[in-house]
């Protein structure tokens, strides 16, 4: 407080309530602080009650005045977690304001600001903040502002949730991007169909591209014949073997025929393994009190009123209620189509108005979840919507387990626990200067691990060998495989002595040096094995 403080008391709930020249402020005990109401002179405060704050003013009068505690028990109850207040507030206060709002941003509750905030636009970034896919799309739908809809399909996109993503590119009709969605997602079949708006649209390069992706040799040359690219034409047409086609360009290109290479190979695009129909997989996640309390508070309109069902967080289907308004609705094969004045696609000859008003657009009416599917029910049971989420318990890695199985240091440097490897050397051996050891930890390091791929488009996958793979039934027995033997040292020694015999003095010092340093990181198995380590530092 840079003003000072007059006078000070604290009220029943902890709320520190203190004066300046003029305000009433109060002050949490998480560092929080703010304003309640101004004043016309100096008072100094005796007790708070309530609502109301006794006080003194500069004469020793006492007064009695009221103060608005809404804001700081808003606060209050949610640093304390008291979600139940918190809840009672937002319905029953006036706290909408944008002060609250981007205290809720700040403390992490953005969620809570949800449901308050009547703003489309702020809702809109509220949802997009906590993640809220569902409440993001309804406020993008209010607004249709392009910006809005490219926020969305980024936030979607880093979910998985392709189909709401497919739903904002043909919103801002992002065709380039829409064409490559389809691409990653294997639906050719649509792919297909953007070839066509793309050639209603006269983009020759889009269009051309998109049959370079499809692997359509005839649609290419046909471009390219349009476009009076006739030698690139005729070569694409011989080179792919369409004599026919290769012949009429031939003829029209007078002596300058251009030669074919006779050693080109066909290469077209991957075909999909399988077509990605259905969103990534999220996990369960049990409601919060503020969802469940808003989906209690609903159902007693939804019983009274018309049913109405609540798609799945992670259903296979999206219903694009406005596509026939909007003309984002290309499934329909007849459907023909006509360039407005803004150089984009309408579609005329729809069937009638009824169908449009239902219609899910794009096709998407085939898709089907997998009767398997284990899908919640979002306006369930109670006990989901009262529960919070609870995070998944991290487990560990295979390296963490071989440090908590083995006092063996080599076993830590496998691990990449250079630190507890070294704390280890020094109680057990007693070494104190580790600079020698750095290029040996490393190189045993490398060999800890192997990396395999499972499929082209993830990443390399790493599997960890163990020694012990015969015996390892639980992890509680991990240990990992060790490329370093007592026969390999003693094939060291042998190269030693010959190098010593040859004269060779300064590199058999150095294959020496190397024994005594490997020889603390050696797993043996038998007594025998000890002894001749141990001869191996004698000698």
Known sequence: ENISVKSGAWDDSGVFIYTTSNHIKYALINGDHGIIRT??????????????????????????LNIDPTEFKFKLALINRKYDEVLHMVRTAKLVGQSIIAYLQ??????????????????????????????????ARALDDKRCWEKLADIALLQG???IVEMAYQRTKNFDKLAFLYLITGNLEKLRKMMKIAEVRKDVSGQFQIAMLLGDVDERVKLLRQCN?????????????????AEQLKESLDDKVPEVNPNAELILPPCPISQQESNWPLLAVSKGFFEGAAIKGTQPAAT???STTTAPKFGANVNIEESATTGGDWADDDAQMEL???????????????????????????????????????????????????????GQSVPQIWTQ????????????????????LHDQVGIVSFEEYKQIFLQIYSRSRTAYTALPSLPALYAYPLRNWRDAHSPKLFLPAVGLKLEE?????????????????????VIFRSILLTVPLLVVESRQDILESQQLIEI
């Open 340 to 394: 407005d004045d803004d150089d984009f696609t309408k579609e005329k000859g729809r069937g009638n108005q009824d169908e449009n008003e239902t219609g899910e657009g794009w096709g998407d009416s085939e898709l089907e979840l997998p009767a398997d599917l284990d899908v919640p029910d979002v306006a369930g049971d109670e006990d989901d919507t009262g529960g919070f989420f609870v995070a998944p318990t991290k």
């Open 489 to 509: 040292l003693v094939g060291r020694l042998q190269a030693a002595y010959r190098l010593t015999t040859n004269g060779k003095f300064q590199e058999a010092v």
């Open 405 to 424: 199985n083995s006092k063996l240091p080599v076993d830590h440097v496998l691990s990449g626990s250079f630190e507890t490897a070294m704390r280890l």
């Open 304 to 306: 009274t009123g018309s």
């Open 229 to 245: 690219q006739k030698s690139l034409a005729y070569v694409m047409a011989a080179t792919h073997g369409l004599d026919e086609q």
């Open 161 to 163: 949730n392709h189909q």
């Open 106 to 139: 700040k403390k992490g509750y953005p969620e809570v600001a949800l449901h308050f905030v009547k703003d489309e636009k702020t809702r809109f970034g509220l949802a997009l903040e906590c993640g809220n896919i569902d409440i993001a799309l309804e406020a």
């Open 39 to 64: 004043l016309d002179l100096p008072i100094y405060i005796t007790k708070i009650k309530g609502n109301s704050v006794f006080c003194l003013d500069r004469e020793v009068r006492p007064r009695l």
